[in-house]
């Protein structure tokens, strides 16, 4: 960030960028971050905050694997992600299915939960092998409904779930031999029962900008598109395409920061782990520009990350602000929290 003082008063982690948005405006983008322990007797702060991963986190190869962190590439989010990381763990010994789940607020999803399973049988006759016991199965969309079905020697012809183009259980002809796995993670309510099903993909982490539905929000680029508007974004761009998590854990409008949490069979010791989250008030960014200018910006909160490996709850708030030159133009930016958050952005009013 050139030549830009930050004075952060906050416990939390801190990084400011410069994106541009629809018509290419440039945009001081503040972002807050807080990492939490989550521990039986109360959310505990971390003495050494994680720092913001700016340029995103991905399991492997980005074109084949999914996200563990998204990139930091909006300038805003009109609602909140909630993405769970973990494994799913058996209630007991010797089980082949569970259930998990999470509620966060008014958002809710859960999955069924299946051991190792096949496509088995005859040809013309179709089955599903019984699922083998597990001890815990990683939650990620590599084990949920999707993927690619590459069998036929004409590239051409091969095909994706385009909601899930990692997962297993994507077929478009009758799967034959070893490699017939099925997703681990099913929506209870759409449960597979051929290999032609086409189910919602259970799915609880970020998803790519290039899957559906997300792909959806942004926008045609087309040959109208290259004559007259290349390179700001389509006019039919929708800001819903900045968020990245999966449908049904995505809030319409930014959650307080103060809802409850519960999770539900992602814990070898706690079948349920509940909380509730620690921030009600936003952390409020003063930006100072050049010429003494100071701008308070109020942080909403974006992105609620539980996972239950680490057990940490990560918390994003962020928030921008139109500035002519990037961030050439902003001399400092102070963070803060709590009652100072209050007069600052008081004393900014008056």
């Known amino acids: 960030m050139p030549h830009t003082l930050v004075d952060n008063r906050t416990p939390y982690a801190f990084e400011a960028l410069q994106l541009v948005d629809e018509q290419a405006v440039a945009q001081c983008v503040t972002c807050v ?22 340029g995103g986190e991905w399991r492997g190869d980005p074109a084949e694997t999914s996200m563990v962190m998204e990139p930091q590439v909006a300038f805003i989010k009109q609602g909140t992600d909630v993405v769970l990381h973990g494994h799913a763990h058996a209630p ?16 809710q999803k859960t999955a069924r939960v299946f051991g190792e399973r096949r ?19 990683p939650i990620i969309p590599e084990r949920a409904f999707g993927g690619w079905d590459r069998r036929d020697p004409d590239p051409n012809r091969h095909a994706c779930e385009p909601r899930n183009p990692v997962g297993r259980g ?54 109208a598109w290259s004559k007259s508007r290349k390179p ?4 039919d761009f929708d ?30 010791q706690r079948q349920r782990v509940a909380f509730r989250l620690p921030e009600p008030e936003a952390p409020v960014c003063v930006v100072e520009l050049r010429g003494r200018k100071r701008v308070p910006l109020r942080t ?7 996972d239950m490996d680490s057990h940490l709850l990560t918390l994003l708030w962020r928030a921008c602000l139109p ?28």
Not at 33 to 54: D, S
Not at 92 to 105: F, K, L, Q
Not at 249 to 254: A, E, G, M
Request: proline content about 12%; some cysteine.
């Open 232 to 235: 700001l974004l389509p006019t």
């Open 300 to 306: 909403t909160l974006d992105t609620v990350i539980v």
């Open 239 to 268: 800001r819903r395409f900045f968020n990245a998590g999966s449908p049904g854990l995505v809030s319409p409008k930014p959650l307080r920061g103060d809802e409850e949490v519960v999770v539900m069979g992602c814990s070898p």
């Open 33 to 54: 971050q807080a990492t939490f322990l989550i521990h039986p007797e109360g959310l505990i702060p971390l003495a050494k905050q994680r720092p913001v991963k700016v």
């Open 119 to 137: 496509h088995t049988g005859i040809p013309g006759l179709r089955g599903i092998s019984p699922p083998l016991p597990f001890e815990r199965i």
């Open 323 to 350: 500035v002519r030159n990037g961030l050439h133009d902003v001399v400092a930016i102070g963070v803060w929290q709590g009652a100072h958050a209050r007069d600052a952005a008081a004393s900014m009013a008056a």
């Open 170 to 223: 994507f077929y478009t002809a009758v799967p034959e031999g070893d490699d017939t796995w099925l997703p681990n993670f099913e929506d209870p309510q759409d449960l597979i029962t051929s290999w032609s099903d086409r189910p919602q993909p259970a799915c609880f982490g970020f998803i790519g900008p290039e899957w559906h539905p997300r792909l959806a929000y942004g926008g045609t680029y087309n040959e």
């Open 92 to 107: 007991e010994p010797g089980a082949t299915e569970s259930m998990i789940g999470i509620r966060v607020g008014p958002l």
